[in-house]
């Protein structure tokens, strides 16, 4: 049976467990430093409070690896809530246990708890079946939010659903898997996917599900590194993955075999290192010894706006250079305006810096969907059953 919607379950007067997603980012003091996952889930929070639930929430925030670290505490994600529901959020000082449990018994209809970061266990990412045990018991009705973290079978996205009678997606949960699934099965052409970033291990399996249903695949950032090297091009210095030149050259050899448009960078922005105040254009032929490429350059960006101009359907994942410099950001900025401009189509950016480039670049609001989930979002696309959806039918 397909998942249920929050909207759809009974919430009155019970305990509504809701896996979150607030591993946000925290400035060095400890506050939250972007608070966007956090305001993307509160629909969900204030649907339950309106409907007089009982609200726990459970989140996990950052890499404790399973033992409590006061540094990486839900105290300031608690706090921000707090005011931003206007109302008291009790956090328990404990993911589980007798803490938690006494925090979940004494909450009222409408009142809020929170769990202490999940990750302080080890049975969280492990999956136990102990502590998905204890989670339930402090659910009559289970309800995911936590887009991000849906490509994990933990003990709170998978483990603990099946102990609990009614379950279902929340708002945030919803919109995401109704807009990236605009980007599976049929879609209006023509369908441009730009990958950038890094890691051509995390991404390779999305590359080769893109090469049978995109029209073109554009690439940038480090990613077209190892791909133009792949091809005979002197990198330099530049960030090149030497361990996935025969992925990226059985890539390049399939793309060529079955007509797949691939696009990469006509030029790049190079320097000796990423902290120089400015690079200079090369063609992408060959980058000078002792220099690097940081972003793709002008020409590159005109020849992706192109494509992209005439596109209907267009997902973006990764950077196409060091956007966190402004000497490096040209690639990025430009890409991501020619995006905005896509009219009446459907234009989706999946992915945790990327995100925040395009949020830098002001286009946000000109874009169809920019999810909150960067692995998530691509395994979606590539087609995965991701655990924390799947934990929700049936
Ligand atoms: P996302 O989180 O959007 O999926 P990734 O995590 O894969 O993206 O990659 C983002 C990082 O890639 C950024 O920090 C950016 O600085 C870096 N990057 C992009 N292009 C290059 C490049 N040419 N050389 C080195 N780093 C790069
Ligand atoms: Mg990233």
Redesign the pocket.
Known sequence: MAARGIADLDLQGRRVFIRVDFNVPLTPAGGVSDATRIRESLPTINHAIERGARVVLASHLGRPKGRARPDLSLLPVAAYLAEALGRDVVLADEPAGDGAKKVVNDLRDGGVAMLENLRFSPGEEANDETFARGLATYADVYVNDAFATAHRAHASTAGMVKYVASKGMGFLLEREVKMLGKLVGEVERPFVAVI????VA??IGLLENLLGRADVVCL???MA?TFLSAQGVGMGR??VEPSKLPIARAFLAKAESSGGRIILPRDLVVAED?RAEAGTVVPATCVPDGQ????IGPESVAEMSGVLSRARTVFW????????SPAFAAGTLGVAKAMASVMGGTTVV??????AAVERAGVTPSITHVSTG?GASLEFIEGKKLPGLAALES
């Open positions: 950038g970033g890094t890691k995390d991404k940038g950032g480090a590194n530049s960030l990423a690097a490429a940081f972003d994942n990764g950077p196409m250079g060091v956007f966190e999946g992915g945790g810096d990327l995100a960067g």
